[in-house]
């Protein structure tokens, strides 16, 4: 069981970079996924949450409206598309995968780091000003 990150790189303020995140060992299907970052010195951070089908993106402030979550259960894969990036989203991002199985009534998308139960190891992403 296993999800790998990749993506990240040096882009300069104003540029994107896409990120993926692949599971291997298990299928994505019934498991919410979250983005979550760490700056140098700092602690861990959400970015944005999907859920287990798609819906329901959810967006910390930081990020809204030039970030955006997709997933491809297909490919079993999660993306972060991150457009206009700053300096200050210099961070390691890591995706994380909890199992929150979609019902007729809901789509639950958690959004603490206690709710997800695999992690991968991290891409680094650095914005130069």
């Known amino acids: 069981v296993q999800l790998q990150a990749s993506g990240g790189g040096l882009v300069q303020a104003g540029g994107s970079l896409r990120l993926s995140c692949v599971a291997s060992?298990?299928?994505?299907?019934?498991?919410?996924i979250g983005w979550f970052r760490q700056a140098p010195g700092e602690g861990r951070e959400g970015v944005s949450y999907i859920s287990s089908t798609g819906t329901n993106p959810y967006y910390e402030d930081s990020v809204k409206g030039r970030f955006a979550i997709s997933r491809d259960n297909a490919k079993n894969t999660v993306y972060l598309q991150m457009n206009d990036l700053k300096p200050e989203d210099t961070a390691v991002y890591y995706c994380?995968?909890?199992?929150?199985?979609?019902?007729?009534?809901?789509?639950?998308?958690?959004?603490?780091?206690?709710?997800?139960?695999?992690w991968g190891q991290g891409t680094l992403v650095t914005v130069s000003s």
């Open positions: 060992g298990f299928a994505l299907d019934n498991y919410a």
């Open positions: 994380a995968a909890g199992y929150y199985r979609c019902s007729v009534e809901m789509c639950y998308v958690p959004t603490k780091q206690y709710e997800f139960d695999f």
